[in-house]
């Protein structure tokens, strides 16, 4: 398995392993950061210039955990996030045959993203507006829009592979409420004192999801191979 090995700052006497979870740690939180993000834009914009219900972030780290984002206007044929991920996996073999960079070709906005050395790939995920209500049901942005009184209402969850086999899930009911974290890899960094609300899971893919983890998971391969 590969791991991350960077100390975080400030935090230079973990060991390999209490690295890795602080890391993952710090991925969830960017994660919710992004539901939050994508929520009040997709609000904020709903009626002017309408954006897909979904978003792609391609995360980098280096001192901390840091997001490129592509963001897609509201179009009906990709409005299933299966089918987006699978367009954007096909991108680098249809135009960048010889290599490409996330950043500069697959992201909308890069402005979080620092240009230094030793910023390296920490993964890719998806978030998106359609969510699930206690039951199982689907709830998709378009119903959820219709109803709620204003954007901190929206709830939002994100899917993210990262660069050592770790897969998580992230749901939030609403932007004030407690995010709720299911994952493959540890993000206790002192073992059996948990630092954060969270569940471990051997897989946290679900049969309804299986078409959306496949091609998540071959678009994070493209950007592990830069190509």
Do not use: C, K
């Amino acid at each position: 398995m590969v791991t991350y090995s960077a100390q975080p700052v400030g935090e230079a006497n973990l060991t390999p392993d209490q690295a890795d979870a602080h890391w993952r740690s710090a991925v969830a939180d960017r994660l919710h950061l992004a539901t939050v993000r994508l929520a009040e834009h997709a609000w904020v914009l709903r009626r002017s210039r309408p954006l897909a219900p979904h978003a792609v972030l391609f995360l980098y780290a280096a001192d901390q955990v840091y997001a490129a984002t592509r963001v897609f206007h509201d179009d009906p044929s990709i409005r299933e996030p299966e089918v987006l991920l699978y367009r954007l996996a096909r991108i680098p073999d249809a135009f960048y045959p010889h290599g490409f960079d996330p950043l500069q070709t697959m992201a909308t906005n890069i402005s979080d993203v620092p240009r230094r050395r030793g910023l390296w790939y920490a993964g890719t995920a998806l978030v998106t507006l359609d969510t699930s209500d206690d039951a199982g049901r689907l709830r998709r942005w378009e119903q959820v829009r219709d109803a709620a009184a204003d954007w901190p209402a929206v709830p939002a969850a994100a899917y993210a592979i990262l660069r050592d086999g770790t897969e998580m899930v992230l749901q939030r009911r609403a932007a004030h409420e407690q995010h709720q974290v299911w994952s493959t890899g540890n993000l206790d960094t002192v073992p059996g004192l948990p630092t954060r609300r969270w569940t471990s899971y051997q897989t946290v893919r679900t049969p309804a999801r299986q078409m959306m983890w496949a091609w998540l998971t071959q678009l994070h391969h493209v950007a592990v191979a830069g190509r």
